[in-house]
């Protein structure tokens, strides 16, 4: 039985960059911020790069994340839901969370009515004009036949060069995003263009590392949700409104 809160949205933890000892100390804030929210929350969306990589082999899953992984356990049991989005990162996510811990995982878009206001969440990647590159790479990233070619090296080999691949990141880097222009920002005119088709209250998204909240007019608001290693950014919505939060300037 799901009970009765708030929604809770977060996304881009990127657990495991850009050193053990500093994603232990960020998934150490996460679980003090679920534990803060677990009061009150009926549902938790973690809108994808929750982990900086994630690979589920046959009998093999990624060392670490246990305290945050029994925190997730901890809610399901509970009654509060746990969504869990692919992300660009950890999109080969097929079913160890799901079966062990009870979360629901979700690959692309969700479309979630809830207290009258209608949500358009994803995590972000490949929408909107441009990055041809990047959308093919998704496209090959996804195919069954990479996920079972990957599935055959071993898994030392394989976190080695997820390992590499995560030091060129930007968020391993510690990049911050800067505004650019809501006519520069993709997801605002991706968000503007669905706008005039159907009509959502809100547009939710991760990918960006940037927290915004931009009114689109009509009715609509975007919530770009940012990351935890800047900015330990986060939404809620308490049934009326949306709100973009910030943990440790609450407490």
Do not use: C
Not at 167 to 175: D, F, G, L, V
Not at 217 to 228: A, D, F, Q, V
């Amino acid at each position: 039985m799901i009970k009765a809160g708030k929604l809770y949205f977060a996304s881009d933890f990127h657990l495991g960059v850009p050193s053990y000892e500093s994603s232990l100390q960020r998934e150490k804030r996460i679980i003090d911020w679920l534990e803060y929210i677990k009061h009150d929350a009926a549902e938790v969306f973690l809108m994808g790069d929750v982990f900086d990589f994630w690979f589920e082999y046959k009998h093999v899953i990624p060392k670490g994340y246990i305290r945050f992984l029994a925190k997730l356990a901890e809610l399901v049991s509970m009654g509060i839901k746990v969504t869990l989005f692919k992300g660009n990162h950890d999109m080969w996510m097929f079913g160890y969370l799901e079966k062990e811990i009870g979360v629901k995982i979700v690959s692309d878009e969700l479309i979630l009515m809830h207290s009258g206001k209608r949500f358009y969440l994803h995590h972000g990647d490949g929408l909107g004009p441009g990055d041809k590159k990047y959308k093919i790479l998704k496209k090959i990233f996804r195919s069954r036949l990479s996920q079972w070619l990957f599935s055959w090296l071993h898994p030392n080999i394989g976190m080695a060069i997820a390992e590499m691949w995560s030091k060129n990141s930007r968020i391993a880097n510690n990049k911050k995003e800067e505004f650019r222009s809501e006519d520069e920002e993709w997801l605002v005119g991706f968000s503007k263009e669905k706008l005039k088709t159907e009509h959502f209250d809100y547009f939710i998204y991760g990918h960006r590392h940037l927290p915004l909240s931009i009114d689109l007019g009509k009715g609509s608001l975007y919530i770009n949700l940012g990351e935890w290693i800047n900015y330990n950014s986060y939404a809620v919505f308490d049934g009326r409104d949306l709100e973009l939060k910030y943990w440790g300037k609450l407490l």
